[in-house]
């Protein structure tokens, strides 16, 4: 599902400040909607101060719990209880303090290899989303929550695997990862992962100002290809931002 070319960036000072400004934008968009919500969650390191913040009582208390699901844009294909399972740092860290249990969707790896994990999520999703064809003006998700790798691959869409270009199933098996961890993944595809009212990229530290740079730039990456049916917001910390950014 296509999205919309508008990007916006905003850059904030730090990546405390950058985990303050994205619970607020989803706690807003949780707000706007009065029934059923979908938030999409992402792995890795960077969200993790994010989600220990949706667990303090300030943020705990404006958000309706009974009524918002959460799920999971990619997952390394690993037991769930192991270390690298993306699900369980955020049920670490909030969503088993916080979420009603039937709200958490994790992505199922007690498969026997990816493509069958990939083929259940996509089943779940069409569940709850009750069709199973996306249209173009009822999204999938409220908030579709993303990070940008080294390769500028997001979510696991990685550059030139055949999973960036499907165009019909809302997730894929990628059996083998760009970079570290070096494990099978399970991943939404740009179908699903586009069909939000606001996707959410969260870039942090000095270490992503390379990558940056190529994505502004407008370079054909995986992460570029991802944007919202809505809103796509780019959260920046200084120490992301290139040089020529700064200021504006």
């Known amino acids: 599902m296509a999205g919309s070319d508008h990007r916006q960036l905003i850059a904030v000072a730090d990546a405390k400040a950058l985990a303050r400004a994205a619970a607020d934008r989803i706690v807003a968009r949780i707000a706007a909607n009065g029934g059923r919500v979908a938030i999409c969650l992402t792995g890795g390191s960077s969200p993790k101060q994010l989600y220990e913040l949706l667990a303090t009582e300030s943020y705990r208390s404006q958000i309706p719990w009974p009524r918002v699901h959460w799920f999971i844009g990619d997952e390394r294909f690993v037991p769930a209880d192991n270390p690298l399972d993306n699900m369980g740092m955020a049920r670490q860290t909030f969503l088993d303090l916080c979420a009603p249990t039937a709200n ?19 089943s779940e ?24 790798g080294p390769d500028g691959h997001t979510a696991s869409l990685f550059p030139g695997y055949p999973a960036l270009e499907e165009t019909q199933r809302w997730v894929a098996g990628v059996p083998e990862a760009h970079v570290a961890p070096f494990v099978p993944r399970v991943t939404l595809t740009l179908p699903a992962l586009n069909s939000c009212r606001e996707m959410l990229f969260e870039v942090s530290g000095a270490d992503k100002r390379a990558i940056l740079t190529r994505v502004l730039a407008g370079e054909n990456l995986p992460a570029n290809r991802a944007r919202s049916m809505g809103e796509t917001i780019w959260l920046v910390d200084k120490a992301a931002l290139p040089e020529n950014f700064r200021g504006q």
């Not at 958490?104 to 996509?122: G, K, L, M, N």
């Not at 999703?125 to 908030?143: I, M, N, T, W």
């Open 104 to 122: 958490v969707h994790p992505i199922p790896t007690d498969t026997a290899e990816p493509d069958e994990s990939a083929r259940f999520y996509e």
């Open 125 to 148: 999703l069409q569940s709850f989303y009750g069709a199973k064809h996306l249209d173009s003006v009822r999204p999938l998700f409220d908030v579709v929550l993303m990070g940008v």
